[in-house]
């Protein structure tokens, strides 16, 4: 049998394995394709992470109450866990969180486009929570069943802790709205600005997502882009009348047919335009994450000073023992 044959085989025995809702482990044989789709998601899904701490914590010595400011930095804090366990689940495909790192650093890698937009007024912390954490419970929770086990795994806790910031953000947005008029018109703006970057949320239409095809396949994911994309809208939109909010979109509206609503289409014009670095803060969050991680290096030499010491003071008890 030659090599590609054999590799035909490995791939077809995979497709069927992972068909069957078998989960990959991280030495188990899988193509190559298979392994950079995932470092792609996973790596791009943990910068969303780590990069969507900075909105939120432009708030964190803002927030209206010390309970404001302890639950949002608690928030803050869970963003950074999740971002620790989706590096390491991508470590587990063979790429270390230092080429992880420097790929965004260079810009070589991508993180949600949501991010790269400004949190202007302690509104933005509401919409953020409900809608953005709303759109990221709607897109992870289908990877709970990933078809690669540390992926799935991670997710597990990572959802149950994003259901915590949808509540906390729509908490926000309910208090808002039920107090003074400029508080109800501040959150009412807030749903403005944070409405359509939400909607893009799920990537772009399924005919223009060069890469939805093989992630379906492969049981990465389970739904496709416009699948989850009105999921959120048919979500979302009973929420904002309960807060009394008025979604911005003036093609919205219930179809019968469909048991399901109708929307106008995002300008992806925009969309596009963010994910390729020119969106209202994609240099100013890139550039405070270089500077963070720079200014950090003294810590990491001294951690890896500290285990080093620590690994040769254990080998040393263990000869003489």
């Not at 804090?77 to 991508?90: I, K, N, R, T």
């Not at 200014?295 to 080998?315: V, Y």
Request: aromatic share 10%; hydrophobic share 35%; with cysteine.
């Amino acid at each position: 049998m030659t090599d590609e044959a054999r590799i035909a085989e490995l791939e077809k025995q995979f497709d069927d394995y992972v068909e069957a809702d078998n989960k990959a482990e991280p030495k188990d044989w899988m193509p190559e394709k298979y392994r950079k789709t995932l470092i792609r998601q996973i790596s791009q899904h943990a910068h969303s992470e780590i990069i969507g701490m900075q909105p939120e914590g432009n708030w964190l010595t803002r927030a209206p109450s010390l309970k404001r400011k302890a639950i949002l930095l608690a928030k803050v804090q869970d963003e950074a866990g999740h971002g620790l366990y989706l590096y390491s689940a991508a470590e587990t495909l063979g790429r270390s969180r230092d080429q992880l790192e420097d790929d965004l650093h260079q810009g070589k890698a991508k993180y949600s486009s949501i991010f790269n937009y400004p949190t202007l007024t302690w509104a933005d912390v509401g919409a953020i929570g409900w809608l953005v954490d709303s759109a990221a419970i709607l897109n992870q929770i289908p990877l709970c069943r990933c078809s690669y086990g540390p992926y799935a795994r991670a997710m597990i806790r990572i959802c149950k802790e994003e259901s915590f910031h949808q509540r906390q953000g729509y908490e926000i947005m309910l208090v808002l709205n039920r107090g003074t008029d400029a508080q109800k018109q501040m959150a009412q703006d807030a749903l403005n600005r944070w409405w359509w970057p939400s909607v893009q949320m799920f990537g772009p239409p399924d005919e223009a997502s060069p890469n939805s095809s093989h992630t379906m396949k492969w049981r990465i994911k389970r739904f496709s882009n416009d699948e989850l994309r009105q999921r959120f809208i048919d979500q979302a939109v009973p929420q904002a009348d309960v807060l009394g909010l008025k979604i911005p979109d003036p093609d919205l509206k219930w179809n019968d047919d469909r048991q399901a609503y109708d929307f106008g289409a995002p300008d992806w014009d925009e969309f596009f335009a963010v994910v390729k670095g020119k969106g209202p803060m994609n240099k100013a969050r890139l550039d405070h994450k270089v500077r963070v991680w720079d200014d950090g290096g003294w810590a990491r030499e001294a951690a890896m000073a500290h285990a080093e010491k620590e690994s040769a003071r254990r080998a040393s008890q263990k000869s003489a023992a």
